[in-house]
């Protein structure tokens, strides 16, 4: 399968995005999302993700009540909802397929699409 991550860009802080993933090659049913980011220097961290169904999903802390990871399975595409944006969220955002649908552990997550550019000014 193949991921393509898109809508970042340049916000101020408070602001908000919503980034999008496609999956193709594939049926998004199949496979958990997950969403992860890596900032310059670091190490990439998960973010959020969802079972298969969407009924299911996990958070990082630092983004609880933050951002809204979802689903639209009929589109083969997966979103993430990102409101009050803080200058510590500027990232490349990633997501990523995971082959055990109901899985929410990172270690599920080997399919990953190329990221997309989430820069929040202070």
């Known amino acids: 399968v193949q991921l393509q991550a898109s809508g970042g860009g340049l916000v101020q802080a408070g602001g908000s995005l919503r980034l999008s993933c496609v999956l193709s090659?594939?049926?998004?049913?199949?496979?958990?999302i997950g969403w992860f980011r890596q900032a310059p220097g670091k190490e990439r961290e998960f973010v959020a993700a969802?079972?298969?169904?969407?009924?299911?999903?996990s958070y990082a802390d630092f983004v609880k009540g933050r951002f809204t990871i979802s689903r639209e399975n009929t589109m083969n595409t997966a979103y993430l909802q990102m409101n009050n944006l803080k200058p510590e969220d500027t990232a490349i955002y990633f997501c990523?397929?995971?082959?055990?649908?109901?899985?929410?552990?990172?270690?599920?997550?080997?399919?990953w699409g190329r990221g997309t550019q989430v820069t929040v000014s202070s």
């Open positions: 090659g594939g049926t998004l049913s199949s496979y958990a």
């Open positions: 969802t079972i298969w169904s969407g009924v299911r999903k």
């Open positions: 990523a397929a995971g082959e055990h649908p109901y899985e929410l552990g990172p270690s599920n997550f080997r399919s």
